[in-house]
């Protein structure tokens, strides 16, 4: 049946957002988007968050695209907005999140028409230009009409094959214009590539081969939406597996089988496992040098490798393998979970477990720490076990929360992997928590903190369900380490020069009530009846940590 209404091409804008139920739109404002914006407004039916900065509603729109599996939706205005998009635009092609940026443009008449011309609109500048290099695509329509394709294109190619932002910049002209448009078409998503049978039984032989095979699950497994696929695959086939930073979420870590987080600040014993494994299968991972550390021939030494990725340019990257599937997790793991085989692991499993007994986590910080993170962040899996998951930020923080947060079964864990962009921990919890109402956990350091502060003012105006949990070591500790140990000790922009406000009064000014500072490792117990307290208040929780504490174990950078 048809639909056709005549309406400016804003208003078909906030309509096609609104047939997507994409959970919001996050912007902030500015004269060339508030035409859409205004649109979306009167329509009612697609929330409008606000944050304070554009970076930062990109990076909502991310934590909201990962948690309700829904493409985000992000939008600047022209020239700064846009350009304070990029940040957020690259985190979400590094990290395969789709993700539809729409960015205003000065009215046409306005644009430089040559191109040695630097400027002629004010405000104006060519943001596809910029962004080309980060997107699966760019478009800058130049009628109404091609305004509407490029959103029909942009919705379907952000999600098909490996997934991805979509950056469309609309002149302010264009979104005033009357339009007849056809709501009733349906934009329906391609069929994904089968697998083969030969593929299939070459995976078989390969196992059938192996002593100790080892899966290594990545981010594609969530993004493929196969973590239930997963579990039945490990269930039956009773491989051991370990996990990359984006795969954490993938897995149950509660399961004998689990061997932990690898790659180069991975636990030791995860990485004792793929060095031990003779057969390492690598689901929706890309291998990249964090996992694999610079030495590829010792990564790959004494072992065969099977890769399924659904970008065949990462099949073909810097580690070469024995089977290489270009398939999706989900549409392999269908046909692998019909393979027939078993395997006992029992040895193999207890052996690493053994590692683990006797050098824990906790055991690679100096014994003397008021304070050990790696307990802090034992202790906060544990105090926020009942939450809808973690959403960390860059820095030591960030491995000390993946080496040693125990997930419970289906809880969240985000963060910036490719980019690795301080600052994103607060907005995605803020996207996090517009696509799923519940409690988040932010965790972050005291200097992603300063990149991102403003937004705790978007949580206090949201009362968004978010427990900030500041790791304060007083410094860039991850820079200071990488300082401590290539400069001779110096120092500079990391702790020479660096500098906190006072953290609680900053949190009492947003307006948080339910606030703590802990100090001693005897402290953490306060915080149980505090978080029961609060239900779903906002809470910020403030941790110091000695500047002496290192993100440990770290694989050698040196080439060999
Ligand atoms: C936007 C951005 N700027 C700089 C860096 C480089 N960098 C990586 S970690 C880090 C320090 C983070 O400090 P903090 O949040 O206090 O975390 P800590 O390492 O102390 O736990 C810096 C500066 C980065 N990753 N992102
Ligand atoms: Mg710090």
Redesign the pocket.
Known sequence: MQDIERTTLADCIARFIAEKNTPAVFQLSGGMIAFIIDAIGRLGKTPIINTRHEQAAGFAAEGSARISRIPGFAMGTSGPGATNLLTPIASSYFDSIPVVYITGQVNQKELRTNINQRQNGFQELDICEMAKSITKKVYSPKTAAEVLESLNEGWILCQEGRQGPVLIDIPINLQQEFIEYDFSSDSTMPVKSEITAAEISEFKDLLNSAKHPLLLIGGGVRLSNATDLLSEFIEKTGIPYVSTLLGLDAISHKNANYLGFIGSYGNRWANAAVSQADLLIAIGSRLDVRQTGNNISKFISGKKIIRIDVDEHELNGRISSDLSIKSDASKFLQAAIGVDYRIDSTLFVSRIHEIIHENPQKFEQPSDLLLNPSIVMEHLGDLFRESLGFIV?????QMWAAQSIQLSEGQRFLTSGGL????FAIPASIGAAAARNGRWVSI??????Q?SSAELQTIIHYRLPIAICV?N?G?????AQFQEENMDGRLFGTRDGYSNPNFQELALAYGFRKIARIARVEDLMSLEKLVIDAKDEPIFLEFIVDSQAKALPKMSIKNE
């Open positions: 930020d860059v820095g030591q923080h690795g962009a301080m600052g972050l350091g005291d200097g992603c903190l990149l790791i070591n410094q860039h500790g991850m820079v």
